[in-house]
């Protein structure tokens, strides 16, 4: 059994707010919350949606980006959630799990959901909006020393015209690695409607980015190398 890891990018203000839950190889639910349409979201407000997601679906760890502070990741720790709740900074480097390879956490993990994507078969919601961030992240690239890093996501949003906070959730899914609790549930997926790579995902991916770029005139870069 695979284990349950949920993630959240509390993001930055006006972007948007991903919740995310993946079991091994599927993504199996994710929810947005867009400040500009649904309102500010409190801190508190956010904790307990998190809160209820770990309930919800038995989750084994989550992962809150705290590169803009720690305080939903105090509240989940005060609510009972300190043993699956564990903050994580983009630009750390101390809990790098290869720091001979990566430049920062945010480097490692978006290679992680790179290699996931060639060697794992993923299985994902079949949604606009998530592909064109996934198909955004371009190839890393290598320091003198050799080391791997992602340009910077303020780079990235220039360029796309929008935050990619998706495919930053995601990435966090990747954060560390997670054992599967035994009392765990095995999770039903919600949607059949997936794109998995045996269906050519990555050909998709392309496909849907392109067809956003037109539609918002925005400027496309590299897509996984291709």
């Not at 305080?71 to 630009?91: N, T």
């Not at 794992?120 to 919601?125: G, R, T």
Request: with cysteine; glycine share 6%; hydrophobic share 40%.
């Amino acid at each position: 059994h695979a284990a349950v890891i949920g993630a959240c990018d509390s993001a930055r203000s006006g972007d948007r707010i991903p919740r995310m839950i993946r079991q091994g190889r599927n993504i199996i639910n994710y929810e947005v919350h867009c400040p500009l349409t649904d309102g500010v979201m409190t801190t508190t407000q956010l904790a307990g949606l998190i809160a209820k997601d770990i309930v919800q679906f038995n989750v084994d760890a989550y992962f809150v980006d705290c590169t803009n502070g720690w305080g939903v990741v105090d509240l989940l720790h005060d609510m009972g959630f300190k043993q699956v709740v564990r903050g994580v900074v983009f630009s750390e480097t101390k809990s790098l799990l290869e720091p001979n390879r990566f430049v920062n956490k945010r480097s490692e993990m978006m290679v992680a959901v790179r290699d996931w994507f060639e060697t794992d078969e993923p299985s994902i919601p079949d949604d606009d909006a998530l592909h064109v961030d996934i198909t955004a992240i371009p190839e890393p690239k290598e320091t003198a020393a050799g080391k791997l890093y992602i340009v910077p996501k303020d780079k990235i949003k220039e360029q796309l015209g929008m935050s990619p906070d998706l495919m930053d959730t995601l990435a966090l899914t990747f954060a560390f690695p997670v054992r599967y609790n035994e009392g765990s549930k095995t999770i039903q997926k919600k949607d059949a409607n997936k794109v998995t790579k045996k269906s050519s995902s990555l050909k998709t991916f392309r496909r849907v980015s392109q067809r956003a770029s037109n539609a918002n005139h925005v400027t496309r870069i590299n897509i996984f190398g291709g």
